[in-house]
T-cell receptor
Framework: AQRVTQPEKLLSVFKGAPVELKCNYS??????LFWYVQYSRQRLQLLLR??SRESIKGFTADLNKGETSFHLKKPFAQEEDSAMYYC??????????FGKGTSLLVTP | EAGVAQSPRYKIIEKRQSVAFWCNPI?????LYWYQQILGQGPKLLIQ????????DSQLPKDRFSAERLKGVDSTLKIQPAKLEDSAVYLC???????????FGQGTRLTVV
């Protein structure tokens, strides 16, 4: 069975500090992983996907198949990064299986 | 491009009543999803359409939930009768054939009292 685990419900960091949001997955095939973000009062939107290997708003995520992880990282957090972050795994039918989410709070 | 539109934004009903949600996907998007997001959890897929056909409804509680996408464009999700545990945000998303990103609507927040 496929599963996405985000162990932290809430992560609080100071502005300028590094941040890492953890995501672990279980999937028998070749995984396709995403990070979605939801800012306050806004809709859920794609932040990045592992196949693109891109950096968006300073965030990066590397797929580690050995550790079955797809952690989201940013070297210097900004207050505007405060939001809910969801890790998601695409299934064979192209639907997304989401983790429970991590609330990131960046304080000045 | 115009986003996924959902209505209503909020709905409060009593248990055992019926409710319907409407979704208008991004123009040209063949794939449409309905997700249920209970407070404190991530979105959970209820049903996936490809044009007007159902691809996956394995997690849809079919004794009370139904969904249709008659002309392969707009979709409605209905709950009849509602239970307290149906209180959640119902998200609609759509995806085009040529990209891999799913775009989400603002959601409908349902409260069952």
């Amino acid at each position: 069975a496929q599963r996405v685990t985000q162990p932290e419900k809430l992560l609080s960091v100071f502005k300028g500090a590094p941040v890492e949001l953890k995501c672990n997955y279980s999937y028998s095939g070749s995984p396709e992983l995403f990070w979605y973000v939801q800012y306050s009062r806004q809709r859920l939107q794609l932040l990045l996907r592992h196949i693109s290997r891109e950096s968006i708003k300073g965030f990066t995520a590397d797929l580690n198949k050995g550790e079955t992880s797809f952690h989201l990282k940013k070297p210097f957090a900004q207050e505007e990064d405060s939001a809910m972050y969801y890790c998601a795994l695409r299934n064979s039918g192209y639907a997304l299986n989401f983790g429970k989410g991590t609330s990131l709070l960046v304080t000045p | 491009e115009a986003g996924v539109a959902q209505s209503p934004r909020y709905k409060i009903i009593e248990k055992r009543q019926s409710v319907a949600f409407w979704c208008n996907p991004i123009s040209g998007h063949a794939t449409l999803y309905w997700y249920q997001q209970i407070l404190g959890q991530g979105p959970k897929l209820l049903i996936q359409f490809q044009n007007n056909g159902v691809v996956d409804d394995s997690q849809l509680p079919k004794d009370r939930f139904s969904a249709e996408r008659l002309k392969g464009v707009d979709s409605t999700l209905k709950i009849q009768p509602a239970k307290l545990e149906d209180s959640a945000v119902y998200l609609c998303a759509s995806k085009g054939q040529m990209n891999t990103e799913a775009f989400f609507g603002q959601g409908t927040r349902l409260t069952v009292v």
